[in-house]
C-alpha cells in the first residue's frame, strides 16, 4: 500500500529516501497490472449458473425468440419501469429500429452528439437521414441544450441524446425543446442502464430508449445483443414487427423491416445477470467515489479533472473518464500502458471529423468542446470487481507521472455492499462525499 506523506517518483527512477514511494521492483507499492476490464472476474462467479442456462436453452431446441427472451423482456421492463421493452441483436439495430419506427427517411434531419459511438449517428446515415451534431457541455460531455436548440430546423424529425458513460443526459432541459417543436427522442442508454432522472429509469424518459447487451456494458452478454424500450403501444406495436422483417403472421410482410432478433442463449445469460444489476452499479458508484477520494490524497485538480456525480439521478458508471490538462493526455496513457495499467479513449476522433462523413461538410473548430474532448479524456477501469489495491495502484502510477506528492491521509476504503458501512452527513466528510450523493442504494431505482 503507498505511504502516507511521501512523494511519488517517475517509475524509472530508484528510491533513495525513507520518504519515497518504492515502484513494484523495488518494494511493491504498486500492483503489476491494472486491467482495463475484467469480465473474467464476473463469470467466474457466475459460472455454473451461466452453463446450466445455457444447457437449458440447448435442450429446448428454441434458440430464436423463445421463452427465455420474452421472460428477459419482462423482467427488464419491470426492473426499469416501462410497459414494454423490446429485444434485438445489437445496440446498433436497437438504434436503427427506434428511427425506422417513427418512420425517419432519406433527407430527414437527426440531432445528435458528435461525442458519442460510431452507431448513433450510421443508424441516421443507413436510412438516408442526415446527422446534426451538436456539441457538449465541458463538464458532463453530454449534449448541450442549448446547441441542440439552435441546430433545430424544419427538416428536424428526432433528437437522440446520449446518456454517456452512465450520466443521463440533461432531460429538463432537452425535453421541453423537443415538445416545443414537437419532434420525439431517442434515448440512447447503450451505456447507462439503471441510470435514472428524477426517479425514472433512462429509456422511459423519450419516446423509446435503446441499450446494449456488448459485453462489456454494465450488463453485458456473451456476445452482441440489444433491446428497446418505449412508452407508447403505438411504437412498441411497430418495433415487434420491424425486428422481424415487417412479418405478421408469418411468410406476409406488412411492411419492410430487418432480421434483428435476439437469440435465447443470450437471453438465458442475461437472465442470470440481470438479478446482480443493482449490487454491481453499487460497486461502481463505489469505485467512483474511492477514486475521487485517491485523486484529492494527491491533489491532483491541476493535473487531471475527474468526473462528478449527477444530483438530479443515478450516475452508473459505464466509465470514469477524467481529463488530462495541458496537452499530456497521451504521454499519460504511455505511461500508464508501460506500468501495466490499462486504460482507453472514448472517443478520440469526433464523429463530425470522421473520414465517412466529409461529405457533409463539418470542419475542424465546428464543435469546439467536443474537439477539446477528444483531445484530453482518458477512461480508467471503474468495472465491479475491481479492487481498492488496483486503484491505488492506478492514481499512484498518474501521481508519479505528474511528480504529486501525497498530501492527505488515506481515508478507509468505501466497502461497495458493505452493511456496516454509513455513509457520512451531507454537510460532512471529504468533498467528493458531500458532493456523490448516491454511493449506492437499491432502493435509488425502481427495479
Known amino acids: 500500500m503507498i505511504r502516507p506523506n511521501t512523494t511519488v517518483l517517475p517509475a524509472n527512477q530508484t528510491a533513495k529516501t525513507a520518504n519515497s514511494i518504492d515502484d513494484q521492483s523495488a518494494g511493491g507499492a504498486f500492483l503489476p497490472t491494472v486491467g482495463l476490464l475484467a469480465l473474467d472476474r464476473q463469470y467466474a462467479v457466475l459460472r455454473e449458473e451461466i452453463r ?65 459511438f460510431f452507431a448513433t449517428a450510421s443508424a441516421v446515415t443507413r436510412l438516408g437521414a442526415i446527422p446534426i451534431f451538436a456539441d457538449i457541455d465541458p463538464h458532463t460531455y453530454l449534449m448541450s441544450p442549448r446547441d441542440v436548440e439552435r441546430k433545430i430546423s424544419k427538416r428536424c424529425r428526432a433528437i437522440v441524446p446520449v446518456h454517456l458513460f452512465g450520466r443521463t443526459a440533461d432531460m429538463d432541459a432537452i425535453v421541453p425543446i423537443a415538445k416545443a417543436a414537437g419532434i420525439p427522442i431517442i434515448e440512447d442508454a ?8 428524477h426517479g425514472r429509469c433512462s429509456g422511459s424518459l423519450g419516446d423509446v430508449g435503446c441499450f446494449s447487451f456488448y459485453p462489456t456494458k454494465n450488463l453485458g452478454g456473451v456476445g452482441d445483443g440489444g433491446f428497446l424500450t418505449t412508452t407508447r403501444d403505438d411504437i412498441a406495436a411497430s418495433l415487434k414487427l420491424l425486428r422481424v422483417h415487417g412479418m405478421e403472421p408469418r411468410y406476409y410482410h406488412q411492411v419492410v ?3 434483428s432478433r435476439l437469440d435465447s442463449i443470450q437471453a438465458a445469460v442475461l437472465r442470470v445477470k440481470l438479478p446482480h444489476l443493482d449490487a454491481w452499479t453499487t460497486a461502481r458508484q463505489s469505485n467512483a467515489a474511492r477514486y475521487m477520494e485517491l485523486f484529492a490524497q494527491y491533489n491532483l485538480e491541476q493535473h487531471v479533472a475527474a468526473p462528478t456525480d449527477e444530483p438530479r439521478g443515478r450516475h452508473v458508471w459505464n466509465q470514469f473518464v477524467i481529463r488530462v490538462a495541458n496537452g499530456q493526455r497521451d504521454a499519460l496513457r504511455n505511461h ?20 465517412c462523413f466529409e461529405p ?24 465491479p470487481e475491481l479492487e481498492p489495491a488496483e ?13 504529486a506528492a501525497q498530501v492527505r491521509q488515506p481515508a478507509k476504503d468505501i466497502a461497495a455492499g ?20 448516491a454511493v449506492g442504494r437499491a432502493d435509488d431505482v425502481r427495479c
Open 52 to 116: 446450466t442456462a445455457i444447457e437449458r436453452v440447448c435442450d429446448s431446441g428454441r434458440f430464436i425468440l423463445g421463452p427465455d427472451v420474452s421472460e428477459l423482456e419482462t423482467e427488464l421492463a419491470r426492473a426499469l419501469g416501462v410497459p414494454h421493452v423490446i429485444s434485438c441483436a445489437s445496440g446498433s439495430d436497437a438504434l436503427l429500429l427506434a428511427l425506422m419506427s417513427l418512420d425517419i427517411r432519406p433527407g430527414d434531419e437527426v440531432i445528435l452528439p458528435s461525442y458519442t
Open 190 to 197: 447503450a451505456q447507462s442502464i439503471l441510470s435514472t432522472w
Open 257 to 259: 423491416g430487418i432480421n
Open 336 to 355: 500508464l500502458t508501460q506500468c501495466g495499467v490499462g486504460t482507453e479513449i472514448y472517443y478520440p476522433v469526433p464523429l463530425h471529423l470522421q473520414q
Open 360 to 383: 457533409l461538410g463539418w470542419r475542424k473548430g465546428d464543435l469546439p468542446e467536443t474537439e477539446r474532448a477528444a483531445e484530453e479524456t482518458l477512461a480508467l477501469p471503474i468495472f
Open 391 to 403: 486503484q491505488r495502484t492506478v492514481v499512484g502510477r498518474i501521481a508519479e507521472f505528474f511528480k
Open 418 to 437: 458493505d452493511p456496516s458501512h454509513t455513509e457520512p452527513p451531507a454537510t460532512e466528510g471529504p468533498h467528493f462525499l458531500r458532493r456523490m450523493k
